[in-house]
């Protein structure tokens, strides 16, 4: 016969392994498998926080022989472009030229994510407005967004 509290353990495990299942999008059905898929999953990111520790080692390193200034990364996307910015200090008034220099180029941003409270970040995830009809790449966007920053820290210079 199977105790109440054995009963209550094998439940509360089930869900336990469920949710674990869930969390780390498993498709397997026996505990064993489970354990396995979950365990991969960790190993990924322990591997992706590795490459995030790398690249901000070198964020850094590349941000201080620039005096701070923010970097720019874009990347071209099926239909877009993602643009990362990032300074190690904060940038007040910055964001109003990097968003002048996307509507200048007929870029739409879709979605956004900004954080200025110890630093500059800008995650811009945006696509061309197909009534302008002129394709642009990702160097033309860089090199729009960079000499933004450039008047940007011009006019903060001169204050």
């Not at 901000?56 to 970097?71: C, E, K, L, R, Y």
């Not at 877009?80 to 996307?102: E, Y």
């Amino acid at each position: 016969m199977v105790s109440r509290e054995h009963k209550k353990a094998a439940a509360a495990l089930h869900e336990k392994l469920q949710l674990l299942r869930s969390i780390t999008n498993s498709h397997a059905l026996s505990e064993t498998s489970i354990i396995v898929d979950a365990s991969k999953y960790i190993a990924e990111l322990k591997q992706k926080v590795d490459r995030l520790n790398q690249d901000i080692a070198t964020g850094q390193s590349s941000s201080h022989n620039q005096t701070s200034w923010p970097v720019v990364a874009v990347e071209t996307l099926d239909k877009g472009f993602l643009v990362n910015i990032h300074s190690d200090r904060t940038c007040p008034g910055l964001l109003v030229p990097i968003l002048g220099a996307f509507e200048e180029l007929g870029l739409m941003v879709s979605e956004a994510r900004v954080s200025c409270i110890d630093s500059f970040r800008l995650e811009a995830l945006g696509g061309e407005d197909e009534e302008i009809g002129e394709s642009i790449n990702a160097q033309v966007v860089e090199q729009a967004v960079s000499q933004a920053i450039r008047n940007w820290r011009e006019m903060n210079d001169q204050d």
